[in-house]
C-alpha cells in the first residue's frame, strides 16, 4: 500500500486510461481508434499497451504513428507490438500488399487431380490406365 502519492509512480497516477484517450485524440484518428479498442473490454489490462502505443509518440511523429496505427488496423492486428514493428520498418506510409487472392493457401496446393499420375494409388485407376483399358477394348 502506498501512503503517499508523492511516492506512487507516475503510470498509477497519472497515466489513465483517459489520459490514454486524451492523448490518442491528440495524435489522430486512428490511434484514437486503436487506444478505444484497447480500453473497450478490461481496460486496466489492456492499459500498458495503450501507454505504449502513446509513448510512441516520444520516439515517432505524431503523424507517423496515426499512420501506422492506421496500417495496424486495416492489417486487423491493432496491438503495440505491431504499431512498434511498423515504424521500426518505416512501412506506415507504404500501401498495403496486394492480396494474392489464393485465401492464404500454400503455394503449391493443388487439387487431387494433379497428382493422379505422379503417384499412383494401390487399387486406384489412373486416367493412363483408364485410356490404355479403353484402346484395348476398342480393338478387340
Known amino acids: 500500500m502506498i501512503n503517499n502519492p508523492r511516492n ?15 492523448q490518442a485524440t491528440a495524435i489522430g484518428p486512428a490511434c484514437e481508434q486503436v487506444i ?22 516520444d520516439k515517432h511523429d505524431p503523424a507517423r504513428l496515426d499512420a501506422a496505427c492506421a496500417k495496424a488496423v486495416t492489417a486487423g492486428d491493432p496491438s503495440y507490438r505491431t504499431i512498434k514493428g511498423i515504424l521500426a520498418a518505416g512501412t506506415e506510409r507504404g500501401a498495403p500488399p496486394a492480396s494474392a487472392g489464393d485465401g492464404g493457401a500454400a503455394a503449391f496446393l493443388r487439387g487431387p487431380a494433379s497428382f493422379a499420375n505422379v503417384i499412383p494409388m494401390p487399387g486406384a485407376v489412373t486416367s493412363d490406365a483408364v485410356h490404355a483399358t479403353a484402346t484395348q477394348e476398342g480393338t478387340s
Open 36 to 57: 478505444a479498442g484497447l480500453l473497450a473490454e478490461g481496460a486496466l489490462y489492456r492499459l500498458r499497451a495503450a501507454q505504449g502505443v502513446i509513448g510512441l509518440a
Open 8 to 22: 506512487c509512480p507516475r503510470s498509477l497516477t497519472q497515466l489513465t486510461p483517459a489520459w490514454c484517450r486524451r
